[in-house]
């Protein structure tokens, strides 16, 4: 599932000045290769705020991994649980911002997204 969220979002959830550049230039090629007409900007602009959190997903993944071995058990298990809730609220609510914007598009223009997002081979690891 976090293999689908991160080719559907492009990597926008992941942090780090490394990932910011190819991001961008996902976005970029992404917004170039669906030819969006005017009328279809501010669905794009509404799509690329809702699909980026600034980082909070990857921060809070970080700071449980890194709370984890020092919680006795039933502390870890209870921290795991609200870690993977939260994941799938985030990864619920990125999913309708993608519908909306999907739902905007032409049929070729979907088509081109569907390309465009797709999941890389080993993009998970």
């Known amino acids: 599932m976090r293999t689908l969220l991160a080719g559907l979002c492009l990597g926008l959830a992941l942090s780090g ?3 910011a550049q190819p991001a961008s230039s996902a976005l970029s ?3 170039d290769d669906l ?3 005017p009328g279809q900007e501010s669905a794009w602009r509404q799509y690329v705020a809702g699909i980026d959190d600034g980082g909070r997903m990857q921060a809070q993944r970080q700071a ?3 709370m984890l071995p020092q919680i006795p058990t039933p502390r870890r298990l209870a921290l795991m649980e609200a870690t993977m809730t ?3 609220a985030d990864f619920r609510r990125q ?3 993608i519908r909306a914007f999907y ?3 032409s049929p070729d223009q979907q088509r081109t997204f569907d390309r465009d ?3 890389q081979p080993n993009a998970g690891r």
Request: proline share 4%; hydrophobic share 40%; glycine share 4%.
């Open 103 to 105: 739902d905007r598009l």
């Open 35 to 37: 030819r969006l007409t």
């Open 86 to 88: 939260q994941e799938l």
């Open 95 to 97: 999913g309708e911002v």
């Open 117 to 119: 997002t797709q999941p």
């Open 29 to 31: 090629r992404l917004h």
């Open 64 to 66: 449980a991994e890194l």
């Open 17 to 19: 000045a490394a990932m």
